[in-house]
Nanobody
């Protein structure tokens, strides 16, 4: 049974940083691409970033490029999202998601429960 557990959310000021973690279990972690997505209050789900199974390739939504960094540790079955230069519009519930294959372009088929990030001034 796939389990994804996010942590690391909290309060931050504009310009600040947070590091999210997602601990995965129930599947062979290093066989699958992983992603982060978010949902801001009153808005739809927005894809944030993805990383290939072999760590070689990372992808970002345009508004996150240069501010967010996705990484993974296949030995620890964990994927991370380092968020720097945070803005109030980054306030959202952040979800970790498993991709269907080792390709970042495949569908997201399993989700965690999310971790809340609030950026306030």
């Amino acid at each position: 049974q796939v389990q994804l557990v996010e942590s690391g959310g909290g309060l931050a000021q504009p310009g600040g940083s947070l590091r999210l973690s997602c601990a995965a279990s129930g599947f062979t972690f290093n066989n699958y691409a992983m992603s982060w997505a978010r949902q801001a209050p009153g808005k739809g789900l927005e894809w944030v970033s993805a990383i290939s199974s072999d760590v070689r390739n990372t992808y970002y939504a345009d508004s996150m490029k240069g501010r967010f960094t996705i990484s993974r540790d296949n030995a620890k079955n964990t994927v991370y999202l380092q968020m720097d230069s945070l803005k109030p519009e980054d306030t959202a519930l952040y979800y970790c998601a498993k991709r269907l294959t080792n390709s970042y372009a495949s569908s997201m088929d399993s989700w965690g429960r999310g971790t809340l990030v609030t950026v306030y001034s």
